[in-house]
């Protein structure tokens, strides 16, 4: 049983980081892959186990695990947030520090109510993958 876990809004952080939101060069698919890459590989070892929340339109409800990091998908009509709240719930009476990783204030509030910690979305990208590169055209 791991002492820490860290939940994490799956689609919020991709879409707040440049080096993984989807465009041109980059597919959702390959976003989520990219994601779940940083944190089985650049994260801190071994330190916090990861629970990634994706909404699931495409995926109906899937799960997988990947080492560290389990990767769930919300089963329509729920979203991914509702299924935070519950994991936030849930977890904390299993683990010892339960995060929480969003830019969503309604998810962010209940997991604090509830006793977690929450970590902004945009600060979790720059302490994983450094700060964003200075514009080019400058």
Do not use: C
Not at 19 to 26: H, K, Q, V, Y
Not at 64 to 93: C, F, N, T
């Amino acid at each position: 049983m791991p002492q820490r876990l860290v939940i994490v809004d799956g689609y919020n952080l991709i879409h707040r980081s440049p080096a993984l939101r989807p465009g041109p060069e980059r597919s959702l698919r390959e976003a989520r892959e990219k994601l779940i890459n940083l944190l089985s590989w650049a994260v801190g070892a071994g330190e916090a186990d990861f629970l990634v929340v994706f909404d699931g339109a495409e995926m109906g409800g899937a799960e997988e695990r990947r080492g560290r990091v389990e990767v769930r998908y919300s089963r329509p009509p729920r979203k991914a947030d509702d299924v935070i709240r519950e994991l936030v719930e849930e977890r904390l009476q299993q683990v010892e520090r339960v995060t929480v990783v969003t830019a969503d204030l309604e998810v962010a509030r209940h997991a604090r109510a509830m006793g977690a910690d929450v970590s902004l979305s945009d600060l979790f990208v720059a302490s994983v993958l450094g700060p964003a590169p200075a514009a080019q055209n400058e």
